[in-house]
């Protein structure tokens, strides 16, 4: 038993440090740190600087441009991201479609595809989800039909995390029909500015503009944007959705967080009694903070087990739910302990200029945006529902 | 024992319920609530000409209610349309303008020509009012206000301002006219102010008004307990609707026994609220007030969250969005406990009146 | 909108009270209020005092011995009878074959079995669940096969609550075959010194003796003793289990055992400060009181509901739910508050010449005996179950 | 980081894991656990000789182990076998008589041949070795002991107890030789002592313990909460075991999908439950150690009352019976809150440290 790095980890992180010392923008991490929205520009340089350095594709393999990192350097490398307030990477060309074409994808689409997506001139969205197509994503019903070297597509996907920046999307679509509903759909990757393809945004309940919807009428899409064979999308649509994400317990979001209780803690009073010496708010934080620390051993004993193969989909289901009620209760404590001030509302949080009074701040749109941590990537139900199915197998 | 409601009451309370149904649908809400003046100046004179206003206070000053009841069959409808109008501030502040006084501004409260907000609370003063520390000095004959005043419900706008500042070693009343003020939306919609006061002046209309606030208060406690019973009601409709009619893996959502479960415990919880609301109303002026009030803001605060949070959940990613409806009333459930005195304050009260 | 009790019902509370100050023996209530456990002559003794002032039979018309008494009446009669220390009634005669009787028995048996109810001749219990049979109570299989004025029964019954004191038992029996499982149910009394007939002791959780096993093993019963049709069981049943009991919610208890836990949190102090001042225990202490004043109304509210003939399944469900799960969080409070002086266990808590350290008590056992409250008499699943179907209708 | 445990310590697992599973059935465990002297002198002898005790002390005092991952692996295997033999006595008294350099003591605890129990806190002290006031006065010569000790697990019968006492402004570590104690069984099983002492005799083997006996508390903590996994792990498998196994309408319940859903909480409980444990064997010694033990055994005072209370819920009536061993895992898992210092006592600890 030993819970402490290695040397080489331990020298990668200090490594990991001093980059994020050196390069990440005081402005940006200022405004992470502060809780407020980025703007498309502050994930661009981001990921440009990030680029330059090499350390942008941490789960690629080093011969198409990744980082060649182990499972625990990339564990290492995003919770010192999160520690230091770096911007949290747009997930669907790095993490989603580049291991789905690495895996799946001819060669002509690696070669073509990935460099674009390291060095920003493609933004891909992802298009899985549907109105009547959530946790039940294979009764999806958009359609794309053969039609000499295209498919023409119809239909609407939704949910569809920041579209509004993406030039890109890959998509699910029904290609045929029979069978399982999970038998007959493809995976085919779209250009936003095919005629036929609109992007609506959706308002969320805390007024921001985060996820949109995309409609498809009568969209022709080269045939050769197909991802893998037709009609076996499902397969693919899997690998993405169980492809092994380290940071699926937001750890370092947890701690950035619990890090801004504290310090808000130990500045506030309530009805004259420093809010940090409140027994109930104390008790609070400090079982928070033992479920954090026992959150952050399970995420390493799921790193381990991972690294010698014994991953199991108990263990990341489990990280889920956990990691994203342990979030949601955080974020309730932080919005509790503003009072009433956490009523004051500013539409545009990214403005620095806000009207709002200095004592108010992002704690209420913070914790009702991250009601969807428990809904969104899977919600905790199909967690319960997954890690029930290997409980009583 | 009866717990039916007297047929005034019901009448009140079915004319609130269609006049909302048929003039206030929820994008007239969501565009008055969120831009200055937050809220809808013709929606407010239906409200006052229906009698709404008139029903927080009783006949000798205008009014024609004015008993928790009446308080608590408005903010339930008020609840259950998600009206963000500044009801809350025309409560507090016609019930302290009638018992200072104050006849012709209560009049004009109740009338809507003039709308009131109650400046009480402080930074880091939620729920003690022996806590806060504005105060009043009186210059050249003219009382003038500092410190610093936060979450005035309904101020932005507001006519009359209601400040409760320490002078000559008692909590005192003073009255100011249209003060400036920072003005915000509120997150669950409706204006919110914060005035910071640099010798503001301000007619003092009672010199020791600790009884009469912690009275208010008490009352506008209700009325939140209420507005929550009301939109509870509603967002579990909502839910058991959406659930009736959602189809996942070829079957509604209401027959997976996990999500029923959970939806029963939210009834359970709303049945809890009602029933404490009803605790509190009846103990309104009497010797429980105060341990009443405060274990229903506790229950109400815990129910609320609850619900909302379960309700968010139950829909899903619709639940999420700002088009839909319940997703309002998920934060207006929230936030009610963010207003005066949360469950943990209320707790606390409770446990130092055993 | 009047919470009060009229000028009448005032007045019957405050006769209550006096009938109790005067007639309930001091050390019988001395050993309710202290957690212990009662003997079997201690309930007799009460059952006895109540027959001979006619106030035991709550529930039955007055024409068979009963008190008369509406819905309300019967509330303030049970809810003074806990907070005076009155042992509970046992309700297997009383509230449960006497009304079933009442409604379907034959005149022969109301006049034979309602008088041995209230002069304490019989003792009856109660043979509803089996081994395979709980919540699914449909499922029951002993068999009660007709012989000539006879039936033979065979099979086994199980939770026989106090069993070991009884001489009688109302079963369930499967009379008939094929059809629904409800059906070819009948419902038959037996003598338990039938041959054939054995009961056995099952020790519960906290190593008391509270509930049996009965066996079958061709027990001869008189077709006599049958209540209502054959193959009419389930509808008599059914009638027996949702036949109003103004104390599901158990709210007398609830109050008592508050009472109990402020006297033990005022008396005790834990680390150099008081309980009753220790912030987390105050602070869970106010809030069982707002639920159980909040569960107070909502049971006046289903009373008010009963007696205006609009009673739902709705009401009694939830406030069984509500009811059993607050009286255990209290009972969890208070075991929780007894530190770790509540291990100290006393095999016999009848026994007040208890070995224990005046410092021990009962809060363990009773907290361990009461995780039944959420199990028998309908588990909260199946309360949950029966809610979501009117919801959902 | 590894996370596995040495090839030694799997051998002592899987060792004491088959000697509970051949001569430890839940027949003897309660019969031995719940009359005098609360315990099996046979299996005492056993696992002596197996060297569960001996894996508390290291070799310099006649142990061979010591570690906190020795007495981790020890104490889970002890819960999954819902062991009530006096281990915790043994442990903390072996480690107090090491430390205080009673060599001989220590080997004959080790050994098996004598058994040892420690008193250190009194009725409403439960965490706080600075809230204790018995007290050590030397009256011709000798050490005599007052006060009030409760609480003492595995005290009846116990040949050596060690008692912490103020004397001379600290607090030092005395020892008597089989003192009278009340003794009673544990709810739970095992045996439990309360020590009225009105001048008891004993030795002074430390003068200023107070370190020696946080660490050993500490130490103690650990053992707890490993016993809880164990139990925690074996109570859920016979919950998952049960629903499987269990028809009702003509399905298993393991296809209730609101049984599913609560049996997956619990896993994650015990996931949870297991790595802090992790953290605080890992922390032993270090600065963090008073924390992450605090963190650990309020943690698992939680997760152990909830998995108690749902596992005997989702039994239904089979888990409220004395003869079904998962009431008795049950009944373990909440009553090892009570042990020294509960859920709520280790958050107000934590909160003090921040």
Redesign the interface.
């Known amino acids: ?6 040397a080489e ?1 331990i020298a990668f992180r200090d490594e990991v440090r001093q980059f994020l010392a050196e390069n990440l923008p005081l402005e940006i991490a200022a405004k992470v740190d502060a809780g407020g929205e980025l703007e498309k520009q502050d994930m661009e340089r981001w990921h440009a600087i990030l680029n330059a350095k090499g350390w942008l594709a941490a789960t690629w393999p080093v011969e198409y441009g990744g980082t060649g990192w182990s499972t ?1 350097e990339r564990h290492i490398f995003s919770e010192e991201c999160a520690l230091h307030n770096a911007p949290r990477l747009v997930p669907f060309g790095l993490s989603m479609l580049g291991p789905v074409l690495i895996k799946f994808g001819t060669e002509e689409q690696k070669r073509e595809i990935l460099p674009r997506i390291l060095d920003g001139r493609d933004w891909w969205c992802q298009g899985f ?1 549907e109105p ?1 197509a ?3 994503l294979a ?1 999806m019903t958009t359609r794309a039909v053969r039609d000499g070297d295209d498919y023409v597509v119809n239909g609407q996907k ?2 569809t995390t920041l579209g509004q920046y993406a030039n890109k999307i890959f998509c699910l679509v029904r290609t045929g029909t029979g069978g399982k509903p999970q038998a007959g759909i493809s995976f085919l990757n779209v250009d936003l500015d095919t005629p036929g393809v609109e992007m609506r945004p ?6 921001g503009h985060e996820v949109n919807e995309v409609f498809f009428t009568d969209a022709r899409v080269p045939a050769a944007n197909l991802v893998g064979e037709e009609n076996a999308g499902w397969t693919i649509a899997k690998y993405l959705l169980t492809h092994e994400r380290t940071n699926i317990a937001g750890i370092g979001f947890s701690l950035k967080d619990l890090e801004r209780y ?1 310090r808000m803690a130990s500045a ?5 009694r420093k809010l ?1 010496e ?6 609070a ?3 928070l ?3 954090l ?6 995420n ?2 799921m ?2 087990n991972a690294r010698d193969g014994a991953a199991s989909p ?1 263990d990341s289901s ?1 990280l889920k ?2 990691g994203t009620q342990l979030r949601q209760d955080i974020l ?1 404590l932080m ?2 302990a ?10 545009s949080p990214a403005n620095t200029n806000s ?3 200095p ?2 701040d992002h704690v ?2 913070t ?2 945006n991250n ?2 941590l ?3 990537g899977g ?3 199909s967690q ?2 997954i ?2 199915q290997t ?2 197998r | 024992m009866d717990f039916s409601i007297s047929q005034d009451h019901q009448m009140l309370a079915d004319s609130l319920r269609r006049y909302f149904s048929d003039k206030y649908p929820i994008e007239l809400r969501n565009k008055a609530g969120y831009s200055a003046p937050f809220h809808s100046p013709e929606v407010w004179t239906d409200l006052a000409e229906l009698g709404v206003i008139g029903a927080f206070i009783d006949e000798d000053h205008g009014g024609f209610g004015g008993t928790a009841q009446d308080i608590a069959v408005v903010f339930e409808e008020v609840g259950r349309a998600l009206c963000c109008e500044p009801l809350l501030g025309a409560l507090m502040g016609a019930r302290l303008l009638a018992l200072s006084g104050q006849d012709q501004a209560a009049e004009d409260i109740v009338a809507g020509t003039a709308r009131a907000a109650v400046a009480i609370f402080e930074p880091g003063v939620v729920c003690n009012l022996g806590a806060i520390s504005a105060e009043a000095r009186q210059l050249g004959g003219e009382w003038r206000l500092f410190g610093h005043k936060n979450a005035i419900y309904g101020g932005p706008g507001a006519d009359l301002v209601l400040i409760a500042a320490h002078a000559g070693g008692k909590i005192g009343l003073f009255l100011a006219q249209s003060p400036d003020m920072q003005a915000a939306p509120m997150i669950d919609g409706g204006g919110i102010g914060d005035l910071v006061m640099d010798g503001l002046p301000a007619a003092c209309i009672c010199e020791d008004a600790s009884a009469m606030i912690e009275e208010t208060l008490d009352l506008a406690r209700i009325a939140l307990c209420a507005e929550a019973n009301g939109a509870m009601d509603r967002l579990i409709a909502m839910t058991t609707d959406y659930l009736k009619q959602r189809q996942q893996f070829g079957r509604p959502l209401a027959t997976f026994q996990a999500l029923q479960h959970r939806l029963v415990d939210m009834v359970m919880e709303l049945e809890q609220s009602k029933s404490i609301t009803i605790r509190a109303v009846a103990s309104f002026g009497s010797d429980d007030q105060a341990r009443h009030v405060a274990m229903a803001k506790n229950l109400i605060g815990r129910a609320g969250t609850k619900i909302s949070e379960e309700a968010i959940q139950l829909h899903g990613g619709i639940g999420m969005t700002w088009e839909y409806a319940g997703s309002h009333y998920a934060k207006r459930l929230v936030m009610i406990d963010h207003q005066l005195g949360d469950r943990h304050d209320h707790a606390g009260r409770l446990a130092a009146m055993d």
């Open positions: 038993m030993d819970l402490e790095y290695s980890e625990v989800s009547g959530g946790s039940d009764s939704t949910w959706i308002k969320l309940i805390d007024g504290r506030m009073t309530r009805d004259g940090s409140h027994p109930i708010h104390a008790a934080l400090a079982e903070e033992a479920d620390e026992a959150l952050q051993i399970s390493l004993r790193l381990a108990i489990l739910l956990k309730a919005r509790s503003r009072g009433p001030d956490a009523a004051f509302w500013d539409e009207d709002l009074p004592h108010a209420a749109p914790y009702f009601r969807k428990s809904i969104f919600s905790n139900e319960r529902n890690v029930a409980l009583f």
